[in-house]
């Protein structure tokens, strides 16, 4: 979506303001996926504090795909805007159902859930939610294609719904400046759940994704980063904690056989996520 309007932008417009600088192909960190023998991979990012958008691989990331648990952030923002989840501690009781993580295998609260990513926990929230509301927030944010077919708990896992890496960002971007059509309580709880990593540097929010699309898995982390700066603000600043946040929004989206157990692919993203994020600056090297 940023990407996509950008580059009309500049074609169309010509304006000096928006140089190619603002926009740019980062094609060396392709090393960072070929050294784990992915292929078809892509990353996007947006710079927010030099309004700029970085990327690898243009086409994979105007590209639409399943978003899988990706979408969790999404219905996690549905079911609290609609009171289906009065708060981030609702408790939903086990179904009995025994599954393939056994994290899972338990009574759990909508925060325990969305960390461990459960997805019957979540595909109980959408059959509360409903069809007819869940596909109001659908065209109602623009999310992806907004397609819901087939049943209520299973769309957004089907290959029907599809979002690409590129409109992740644009709505990441929107839910970190409370942006989106909900309300600042809904998009603040669910921004304190995709909180994963907390340095004295920055803080890291996301959430993955693993979705089955025939013979391969389509893996996904969406989400952004906060460089936290040290600052001595003039005096009489607002600010008093000495601090100023930087975030960065990114989408990072490969592909592999299912068949390839080679790597776990689950930590190889994340490992993935540190490398460019700490290439671009996003986050410290150290």
């Not at 013979?215 to 700066?229: H, L, P, Q, S, T």
Request: charged share 25%; with cysteine.
């Amino acid at each position: 979506m940023y990407l996509r309007a950008l580059c009309i932008f500049l074609a169309a417009a010509l304006i000096s303001s928006c140089t190619q600088t603002r926009i740019k192909d980062h094609t060396e960190w392709g090393k960072y996926f070929e050294q784990n023998g992915i292929k078809n991979a892509c990353f996007m990012l947006r710079d927010n504090n030099h309004e700029s958008i970085h990327y690898y691989n243009k086409e994979r990331c105007l590209q639409r795909f399943l978003p899988a648990s990706t979408f969790k952030i999404f219905n996690s923002l549905v079911a609290l805007e609609t009171a289906v989840a009065p708060d981030d501690q609702l408790m939903i009781k086990w179904d009995g159902i025994v599954r393939s993580m056994p994290e899972w295998n338990k009574d759990m609260t909508m925060r325990e859930a969305f960390k461990v990513s459960n997805v019957g926990y979540y595909q109980e929230i959408a059959r509360r939610v409903g069809p007819a509301k869940m596909q109001h927030y659908l065209d109602t944010v623009k999310y992806g294609n907004m397609t819901m077919a087939g049943k209520i708990d299973t769309f957004w896992l089907n290959n029907s719904l599809q979002i690409s890496p590129d409109e992740q960002t644009g709505f990441v971007k929107k839910l970190y400046f409370a942006e989106l059509p909900f309300s600042e309580r809904t998009q603040r709880i669910v921004k304190t759940m995709m909180l994963q990593e907390q340095t004295p540097g920055y803080n890291l929010y996301y959430k993955t994704g693993t979705g089955h699309v025939g013979d391969k898995y389509v893996y996904w982390v969406v989400g952004f980063a906060e460089r936290i700066e040290h600052v001595k603000e003039p005096e009489g600043s607002m600010n008093k904690s000495g601090e100023r946040n930087y975030p960065y929004f990114f989408a990072e989206n490969f592909e592999m056989p299912i068949a390839d157990t080679t790597k776990d692919w689950f930590r190889a993203r994340i490992d993935i996520l540190h490398d460019i994020l700490k290439d671009y600056g996003a986050i410290p090297k150290s």
